[in-house]
């Protein structure tokens, strides 16, 4: 009854039985709100296949199909050929150029005024050739601004002058000094952090040790061995990280922290926070790779399931009270708290962060470096932004009673708290703040809601396969038997050359819970993180076990990571 109201590629969707019409019109209406091309909506909210739909358009509409995990990077044209503001604008790329034709790859056939805009700008013909959506995402962040574009074939000569400044704490930057250290040296340092970008890594570690030297990479949360130059070289590998972090070369004998930024192309730069240790044969240095692109990803990126997203959403549009992320050390809750303060960051609203340090640079947010040593700590700064007129504070973590009950009281007083809590889950998150000495009655009028939170890899999308898993053993698992029934799937790691042992990627395992009446009734009676948990699986909330169960019955992730996460 519906589909003569769709438009013509929404029609032909359901008439090709990829979609039904209901669904298409509530997609097709839900994508022009949010102002994103329809096919994309599609792929990312997974209502349908992202290859079908491109096969269908180019049936639809006359154009080429090609394959983007085919594509000869070489053979792309140069990037001046068409504006990074026209390609981003139009979510297109330009493939190769015959002649005076341009041929441009898309997703959205009913796009024609990227063609246009495209050839009024070069004075090409242009001609579309249709690509599946999620490959084109991830292609022209490639082609734009990716460290991949021929970092690992990078001349001795190009490694010795990549541009590496240092940050420092009064804000003053400047290049890094190379004289002081020999070209071999400087080559094989920056060629492991160029290695570590383009792998996706979060940490690198340089560890001497007696007899040998190593140099580690955490990858998708796993640490792997990237190289082991010799032994002697450790002093000289130190010494030059510690030239470019702006550190006292001669001081090997306290930790020391620093900065580098390392512009790796005309339009990117990363961040790299340093922090040095003396151990038994050396100075061990430690690498964190700041990206501040991870909090621009959008929430939809993370891995909320569409209630979870809903209540964080809410939560953040509330003109107050306190939401709290909880979770061990590396299981994203910085990128989860930048995403929301992202969403938040308008000019209507004064935003302040408190942390240690800052890992994330956002404009339009006013953050604070805590410093202990000169009586800065988080209950000072929390004193000091709330003489700064703010509409959001984020304090990096409650540690202590001060801190936590200047937080509970900005939040009773018309303001927006976020921070985050070293614990288990969202029940324990409570008891916790208990524990510290916060009266039982401020924490349930000030929490909002609590986020606990993993990360678990993705299964790679080019390699996984299905694995026969007994029945005993799934059941055993968590799963049920409607679901087992159901034609229950679990997807293993296989491993092939686009990922690392099956794996690509991570992707965010979460417990949402929402302070409910009922549950303020626990809070204010002083029950324990047992009771609370009763009542948060009465009122609906996903654990952090079923959520993990829920993503490896979606193929997103294997039952290994689910154990390894979430495993009591």
Known sequence: METPALSGLARRIVQDELLDAAAAAKASKQASQDRIPFITYLVQHKLANSRDLAMLCAEEFGYPFYDLSAIDTESLPEQTLVSEKLIRQHNVMPLYKRGNR?????????????????????????????????????????????????????????????????????????AAQTDADDAPIVRFVNKMLLDAIKLGSSDLHFEPYEKMYRVRFRTDGILHEAAKPPAQLGVRIAARLKVMSSMDLAERRKPQDGRIKMRISKNKAIDFR??????????????????????????????????????YMDALARPQGMILVTGPTGSGKTVSLYTGLNILNTMERNISTAEDPVE??????????????????????????????????????????????????????????????????????LTRLRNMGVPSFNIATSVNLIIAQRLARRLCKSCKAPMDVPRETLLEEGFTTEQLDAGLKIFGPVGCENCKDGYKGRVGIYEVVKVTPAMQRIIMADGNSMEIADVARNEGFKTLRESALFKAEQGVTSLAEVNRVTKD
């Open 274 to 311: 340093v922090n040095t240790l003396p151990t038994l044969w050396g100075e061990k240095v430690v690498l964190r790779i700041l990206d501040s692109e991870s909090a621009k990803m959008g929430i939809d990126a993370l891995g909320y399931e569409d209630d979870q997203k809903k209540m």
């Open 102 to 174: 341009l041929f441009i790859a898309l997703s959205d056939p009913t796009n024609q005024q990227a063609l246009s805009d495209i050839q009024f700008n070069t004075g090409l013909m242009t001609d579309a050739v249709i690509v599946e959506d999620d490959k084109l995402h991830t292609a022209i962040d490639k082609y734009l601004d990716s460290p991949t574009g021929g970092l690992g074939d990078m001349t001795d000569q190009e490694l010795d002058d990549l541009d590496v400044q240092t940050v420092r704490e009064d804000g003053d930057n400047d």
């Open 360 to 429: 994330i640079n956002l404009e339009g947010i006013n953050q604070v470096n805590v410093n202990p040593k000169q009586g800065l700590d988080f209950a000072q700064a929390l004193r000091a932004f709330l003489r700064q007129d703010p509409d959001v504070i984020m304090v990096g973590e409650i540690r202590d009673l001060e801190t936590a009950e200047i937080g509970i009281k900005a939040a009773q007083t018309g303001h927006l708290v976020m921070s985050t809590l070293h614990t288990n889950s969202a029940a324990e998150t």
